[in-house]
């Protein structure tokens, strides 16, 4: 622990520990401050990732795997489930494991990491210039100095408040989430279920991810639109009591996800934003453990030249920003359009919805004619796409 | 007043998130309000999956 390093990263979730080792490998010194005990715990996560979105950055090791999915089932409100045909290759992760992990491959390539440490406020000079954070370390003020700061800490994400950058979200574009990891559950490990109805999750979906034959991942996200008066808690307790009625409680989180159109800011003089802070988790589905991995690789690799080339202006970090719409802006935002089209539709188009596809050969029930029939048949639907995409 | 139910409050931050007044803080594994900033317009209640946040009746 040094009094002054190049980069301090406040966050030790994967978008975190990426933007840190990859900063570490360009021979930067970083530090990473993480307020909980433990870096992955809380695990405030369904845990589901594709498996092709992994591969592209990490070499899965087996211990950060509690199973590998195949198939997934989109259940309507009537009931009708309608299987994915193609193979959908996924893994349900260990949180825990993983991202210790991935914190960990930070720390081989130099990065420092210190737990509960509470970042209170960003440290400025004599000038106003962002150059490190004030934070709590049990309960004792004290102060780092870094030439850049990488904001990792989530969708509460105050710290970008105190640099400047507007990260509030408005109530239809967060989800509000609780899940219960539970037991003694007859599961088929293969699948995936995804339940989309207004009765029970409204404006978002009910999801179930095996982790074994017996043991499942069971959460639901709902637009904060629609949290009041009844909340997620209590769209969940019903759930599992009409779906899984022998179920026993492990766990049980609570947690907010961003489902935000993209934030063309992310960064100021000094200072990045990265990962679900950044808004960056896919709109539609909320997913963002890969999304996070990839921000934060770009974001550490950018702060590295910047250092290397003695200026981290925004002008120069700007280039964060730009690299990360040139990966994933266009897909961000085409998500974003589809999933303010899913959500609108009603449980009697949905219903509608998947007796058409049902009617369509095994073979053909991909997710894209899956989506196409959705459309298709709602030409209300279409008419807004198309405004939407005009627009 | 808003009051913060600590018992039910998991700390996940979803009503820091959605406040735009920069009323409510994480701080060291509890949830702060700070009532300067407070506006009561009632936000972050709405959005709690907990219920953790209740309107003070006095």
Redesign the interface.
């Known amino acids: 622990m040094r009094s002054r390093y190049d980069i301090v990263v406040v966050g030790g979730g994967p978008a975190g520990s990426s933007a840190a080792r990859s900063a570490a490998m360009r021979g930067k010194s970083v530090l990473i401050l993480e ?1 909980d005990r433990d870096i992955g715990i809380p695990v ?1 996560c369904a845990e589901a990732v594709g498996e092709i979105g992994l591969k592209r950055f990490l070499d899965p090791k087996p211990e950060w795997i509690s199973n590998k999915v195949n198939f997934a089932r989109l259940i309507a409100p009537d009931g009708t489930a309608v299987e994915v045909s193609h193979h959908v290759g996924g893994y349900i992760l260990n949180r825990k494991v993983f991202d210790f992990d991935l914190a960990q491959m930070a720390a081989q390539h130099g990065a420092n990491i210190m737990t509960k440490t ?1 970042v ?1 406020d960003l440290k400025r000079d004599a000038d106003g210039k962002i150059n490190g954070v004030k934070y ?1 370390y049990l ?1 004792k003020p004290c102060e780092v100095e870094s030439r850049i700061v990488i904001a990792a800490d ?5 710290l970008s ?1 105190l640099a400047g950058i507007d ?5 239809q574009d ?1 989800e ?3 899940q219960m990891t539970v037991a003694n559950v007859r599961l088929d490990r293969q699948y995936c279920d995804f339940y989309f109805s207004s009765r029970l999750a409204p404006g978002g979906y009910v999801w179930v991810f095996p982790k074994n034959d017996h043991l499942a991942n069971i959460g639901l996200g709902i637009s ?1 639109e629609h ?2 008066p009844r ?3 209590d769209y969940l307790k019903e759930f599992i009591q009409s779906h899984y009625p022998d179920a026993s409680i492990l766990t ?5 996800v ?1 489902c935000a159109p993209y934030m063309d800011r992310m960064v100021t003089d000094h200072f990045m934003v990265v990962g679900d802070a950044a808004h960056q988790a896919n709109p539609m589905t909320g997913g963002g453990i890969v999304l996070a991995i990839w921000a934060g690789q770009i974001c550490g690799e950018v702060a590295a030249d910047a250092i290397d080339g003695n200026d981290t202006s925004q002008k120069r970090l700007r280039q964060y920003e730009k690299l990360w719409y040139d990966a994933g802006g266009k897909v961000h935002i085409r998500s974003y359009r589809l999933k303010e089209a899913v959500y609108r539709l009603t449980d009697d188009e949905l219903n509608r919805t998947a007796h058409k596809i049902n009617k369509l050969a095994p073979e053909n029930r991909t997710l894209v004619s899956i989506f196409k029939t959705a459309l298709l048949h709602n030409p209300k639907l279409i008419s807004d796409i198309i405004k939407v995409f005009l627009s | 007043m808003l009051n913060i139910i600590h018992e039910i409050c998991d700390l996940c931050g979803t009503c820091v998130s959605v406040c735009p007044f920069d009323a409510l803080e994480l701080f060291e594994n509890r949830l702060k309000l700070k009532e300067e900033n407070c506006t009561q317009c009632l936000l972050c209640l709405n959005v709690c999956p907990l219920h953790a946040i209740e309107e003070d009746s006095e």
């Open positions: 307020k405030r509470h209170y709590l309960g989530g969708v509460e994400s105050r408040r990260t509030v979200l408005r109530l967060i509000t989430c609780v904060g949290n009041a909340a997620a808690i049980t989180v609570a947690g907010g961003p």
